[in-house]
T-cell receptor, first 116, second 114 residues
Framework: GENVEQHPSTLSVQEGDSAVIKCTYS??????FPWYKQELGKGPQLIID?????GEKKDQRIAVTLNKTAKHFSLHITETQPEDSAVYFC???????????????FGGGTRVLVKP | DGGITQSPKYLFRKEGQNVTLSCEQN?????MYWYRQDPGQGLRLIYY???????QKGDIAEGYSVSREKKESFPLTVTSAQKNPTAFYLC?????????????FGPGTRLLVL
């Protein structure tokens, strides 16, 4: 089955600097790659996703890049703010069925701390 | 208030006791999922359901059971066979729309064993 590895496990950055989190996946058939942000004691929130027919996607200070040849994708946060402090998870999925119910495989998470 | 609701927020289980975690969604999503999250770790899939009256085992189904009698509800029972049930349990739901699927999470239930 699919295996997703995420690095680093912890990341400390100064406010205003950029943060980069990298994930690699094992199954070349994976075609959907979401990123979730989880604050302490809460459920994960989808912040951005990318599909295999796109190489890069941006949403304000957040961007995701995908390299299908190398089987890795990355989350980039620019101009970090204290409210960006959280745990971030990457995930990968193969759309086996043309309907809801495709499984996500998650990375182990990255704890990001933005220091004021 | 729309979305995915999980109750209770905290749940205590005694040894040998079965407990049921509730998950309800009013988003009209077809699929629902249960994940387990241990401290400092990622999410592991317990069970998932693509449609009403149907569900499949995930990666760590042993010691758990589910039902999907209604589209909006997907309760998870943690049985006494689950020897290490202390964890944060997350319910999610998803919809297929415009040739893509997006999954959303509830707020979670923290289960503690006394």
């Amino acid at each position: 089955g699919e295996n997703v590895e995420q690095h680093p496990s912890t990341l400390s950055v100064q406010e205003g600097d950029s943060a980069v989190i990298k994930c690699t996946y094992s199954d070349s058939a994976s075609n959907y790659f979401p990123w979730y942000k989880q604050e302490l004691g809460k459920g994960p929130q989808l912040i951005i996703d990318i599909r295999s027919n796109v190489g890069e996607k941006k949403d304000q200070r957040i961007a995701v890049t995908l390299n299908k040849t190398a089987k890795h994708f990355s989350l980039h946060i620019t101009e970090t703010q204290p409210e960006d402090s959280a745990v971030y998870f990457c995930a990968a999925s193969i759309a086996m069925v043309i309907a809801a119910g495709n499984k996500l495989t998650f990375g182990g998470g990255t704890r990001v701390l933005v220091k004021p | 208030d729309g979305g995915i609701t999980q109750s209770p927020k905290y749940l205590f289980r005694k040894e040998g006791q079965n407990v049921t975690l509730s998950c309800e969604q009013n988003l009209n999503h077809d699929a629902m999922y249960w994940y387990r999250q241990d401290p400092g770790q990622g999410l592991r899939l317990i069970y998932y359901s693509q449609i009403v009256n149907d569900f499949q085992k995930g990666d760590i189904a042993e010691g758990y059971s589910v039902s999907r009698e209604k589209k909006e509800s997907f309760p998870l029972t943690v049985t006494s066979a689950q020897k290490n049930p202390t964890a944060f349990y997350l319910c999610a739901s998803s919809i297929w729309d415009s040739s893509q699927e997006t999954q959303y999470f509830g707020p979670g239930t923290r289960l503690l064993v006394l």
